[in-house]
């Protein structure tokens, strides 16, 4: 079956310490996305990307970096810089291009916690 | 502006019961789609409904229905003789007609359903 696969599930970070969040989807999807949760919060929009090599701001993408090599994959990286990084990652695609009426597909998230 | 109002933070009933969950939109668009999706305690969301401003008839899927009122800008989601399965998050979204730009999500609504 075609969906979108976050790893690892939980991932803790030490202080000062780059971590990386998985995230592959089999549903040929153009675009990608990852979003930030905060208990009791909305999803925020950290960066996405329409094609592959290609990618774009979000709303609150300080301290985070992303690649898009692959159209599957679309890994993001949580630098030392993002001073908060305690929160629930979702990842999700869609087809680019066709129109509004297309719902992303999301995973099963990744739990960031400090250590 | 682009914006999803979903007031109620949180809600509990007792299992059987009815529950509407609102939501209240802004859009410049003449022509637009919203969105629901469930967000159960496993984190992933799940797309439950697309609904295009052309049809104001109200759907119904099993024990949910939606209620699309384009005079109010609403698309309220009822759930009707609620079951404790149905406790979860609950997003109204409002995904951009331009293709560069993002979907705008409201903050969800928390229900909890009592046994």
């Known amino acids: 079956d075609g969906g979108i696969t976050q790893s690892p599930k939980y991932l803790f970070r030490k202080e000062g310490q780059n971590v990386t969040l998985s995230c592959e989807q089999n549903l040929n999807h153009d675009a990608m996305y990852w979003y930030r949760q905060d208990p009791g919060q909305g999803l925020r929009l950290i960066y996405y990307s329409q094609i592959v090599n290609d990618f774009q701001k979000g709303d609150i993408a300080e301290g985070y970096s992303v690649s898009r090599e692959k159209k599957e994959s679309f890994p993001l990286t949580v630098t030392s810089a993002q001073k908060n990084p305690t929160a629930f990652y979702l990842c999700a695609s869609k087809k680019a291009g066709a129109g509004s009426n297309q719902p992303q597909h999301f995973g099963d998230g990744t739990r960031l916690s400090i250590l | 502006a682009q914006k999803v109002t979903q007031a109620q933070t949180e809600i509990s009933v007792v299992e059987k019961e009815d529950v509407t969950l609102d939501c209240v939109y802004e859009?410049?668009?003449?022509?637009?789609?919203l969105f629901w999706y469930k967000q159960p305690p496993s984190g992933e969301l799940v797309f439950l409904i697309r609904?295009?401003?052309?049809?104001?008839q109200n759907e119904i899927s099993g024990r949910y229905s939606w209620n699309f009122q384009k005079s109010t800008s609403s698309f309220n989601f009822t759930i009707t003789a609620s079951q404790v399965v149905d406790s979860a998050v609950y997003f109204c979204a409002l995904p951009p007609m331009n293709r560069d730009d993002k979907i705008i999500f409201g903050k969800g609504t928390r229900l909890h359903i009592l046994p």
């Open positions: 609904r295009n401003s052309f049809d104001e």
């Open positions: 859009t410049r668009d003449t022509t637009y789609y």
